[in-house]
């Protein structure tokens, strides 16, 4: 039972794109906090970094109206041609949106009173940099208001798959994991160096956490977000000759746990960082 291995979700397909929801329930909960969290004003300016396919530029650049202009970045260009469909249709006219990346943004400096970005900047190739660009672009005094998921993120699978690898001495592809998360879920005092390196005060951190429920791992490993987010990456750490025998290996744990547990629970802890540059 390997087909999830063949039919993983391609990026750059403009049908997969399409059938993304607006907000995945995967970025719900982070998002959600985000609306909550941000000052709401007339004549603001925007960015959103990593807009995706649209959350939360279309719903904030609605929320505030017509004084305000919001621009998206992304460089991700299906969900770019998307955003700008919902847009069209949606007869929105104070939203931009560019194919760009964090580390290089295509703006001024001391442009924006509102930087956002949810999920997106533990995302970036380097996230030091982008930090950095954010800063630069950030007016003093702009709130700056992200959303990231933490290194425990899915500990229950990643500490079965370990365990797994451990045992058939695949020594190389356990250390390959370690830097997979590390890279894309960075702890959270790492977090904060950069936030405040960069010239921003931190006012607030909240933390939170949800879980991910599945019948067994075959319904897991064959999950729209699971085969869109993760297959490909956990595929990576594997040498080519190997991804068979320990997908196989790791559907057959994940399912006798689930007959031990009644389900696959995997929790995702995260944070919301609610930010000022520094005047």
């Known amino acids: 039972m390997r087909e999830f291995l063949e039919s993983e979700c391609d990026l750059h397909d403009d049908g997969v794109v399409a059938a993304i929801d607006d907000v995945p329930l995967w970025s719900a909960p982070f998002g959600l ?13 925007i960015l959103d970094v990593g807009s995706g396919t ?4 279309v719903e904030l650049s609605q929320r505030l109206g017509p ?8 460089p991700w260009s299906e969900a770019v041609r998307r955003l700008r469909h919902k847009l069209r249709t949606w007869q929105i006219d104070n939203v931009v949106v560019t194919e760009a990346v964090a580390e290089a943004l295509p703006f001024r400096s001391a442009t924006f009173d509102l930087v956002v970005s949810n999920n997106g900047t533990n995302n970036v190739e380097n996230e ?6 954010i800063a630069r672009v950030a007016k003093p005094g702009a709130q700056l208001l992200f959303t990231c998921n933490l290194p425990a993120t899915m500990h229950e699978f990643y500490d079965l798959f370990d365990a797994l690898l451990a045992a058939r001495g695949l020594s190389r592809a356990r250390e390959r994991m ?3 998360v590390l890279a894309k879920r960075k702890p959270l005092d790492w977090t904060r160096a950069q936030v405040e390196r960069v010239g921003f ?22 999950h729209s977000l699971i085969r869109l987010a993760f297959i490909q990456s956990w595929r990576n750490l594997l040498d080519e000759s190997d991804v ?6 790791l559907e057959e744990e994940l399912n006798a746990r689930a007959g031990r547990e009644g ?16 005047r």
């Not at 004084?67 to 992304?74: I, L, Q």
């Not at 956490?209 to 064959?222: H, N, P, T, V, Y």
């Open 54 to 57: 649209g959350f939360p530029i």
């Open 33 to 45: 906090k985000l609306l909550q969290s941000v000052r709401l004003a007339r004549n603001l300016h």
């Open 201 to 222: 005060e931190i006012v607030e951190v909240s933390l939170d956490s949800f879980a991910l429920r599945f019948s067994d791992g075959s319904a897991m490993l064959r």
């Open 128 to 133: 030091e940099r982008a930090f950095q660009e």
């Open 244 to 249: 068979g025998d320990v997908f196989d290996a």
């Open 67 to 74: 004084t305000c202009r919001a621009y998206g970045v992304d």
């Open 263 to 278: 389900e696959i629970s995997l929790t995702v802890p995260w944070a919301c960082f609610d930010c000022r540059k520094a």
């Open 178 to 180: 370690k830097q997979h």
